[in-house]
């Protein structure tokens, strides 16, 4: 694959793997989880987003983007001429030039992504490589990074070669060999463990566990040098029941792994629903209270697992 389509690159993040790092979200994933805070990434393809509040049609009658696009996607809503204006994301779907998103000044219309070539992504690497000081690197997130393997794997190598640490954030659904090939290449891993029985998992994420609980246990009983931490994000009346956390545990002490990290819920990806047209099931959702974290967490340290409280991981 030439090109990679990535939906953002932060370049100082200090919450996903050791030190100050570039953190590159790649687009496309194969599960669907309820609670997912970047909608933008699911899918391998560029999508329409519509910021409503920059929009100036309510103020100056603006028709840039109804009269730009093609396939009549975009119209005007409400009774006023002032009205703003609503996507037909079933057409938006179809559509590869977005002519749209070029006509709007006040950028309320944006894509969900990029694409993006090597010598363009090793660039922003390079760029920010001054500023990481010790300790820093390079961090995949998504989406699913492995979802682009090819384009990950060759990344992953060259950072290799440039003597620059290199970390994945992933769910681990991929094929055995495509998942051990890219990890090869890897220094730093957290895997996502949504939930232990199968059929939740499937239930709330559209893909059953069993690649993932395999790929975790083969790479923990290969040769693999690098430091892997699971994680699980904590999502009321679904994974966060004491028989959940035991089996984790049981799971992790199985292949000798000793350390997890829990995510607290919480509904930062919710204007993108909205952007994208999309209804968010978790909308009305609380973030996790501390006591469930903090009972959570002494479950895994009975155990003799380190549990990370959200970004408190020990680097």
Known sequence: MDKALIFDIQGFSVHDGPGARTLIFFAGCPLRCAWCSNPEGLE????????????????????????????????????????????DHDACAACDTFECVASCYAEAIKLSGTWMGQDEVRDVILRDRKYWSDGGGVTLSGGEAL?????????????????????????????RSVFMDAMQHIDFAFIDVKHMDSERHLEKTGVCNDLILGNITALAQS????????????????????ENILALAAFMEGLGLFEVNILPFHRLGDS???????????????????????????????????????EEVLY
């Open 44 to 87: 391998l393809k560029q999508k329409v987003m519509f910021v409503s509040k920059r929009c100036k049609r309510s103020k100056y009658a603006c028709t840039r983007c109804i009269d730009a696009c093609p396939r009549g996607a975009v119209k005007p809503t409400g009774a006023g001429e002032g009205a703003p204006v609503a996507f």
């Open 147 to 175: 979802m682009q393997h090819e384009f990950v794997r060759e990344l992953a190598r060259w950072c290799k070669e440039q003597k620059i640490h290199i970390a994945i954030e992933t769910t681990a659904f991929a094929e």
């Open 223 to 242: 040769d693999w040098q690098g430091r892997l931490i699971l994680r699980m994000p904590v999502i009321r009346d679904y994974n966060d029941a004491d």
């Open 272 to 310: 993108k629903y909205t952007q994208l047209g999309k209804t968010y099931e978790y909308s009305e959702e609380k973030p996790t209270p501390e006591t469930k974290l903090e009972h959570i967490q002494e479950l895994f340290l009975d155990r003799g697992i380190a549990c990370y409280v959200a």
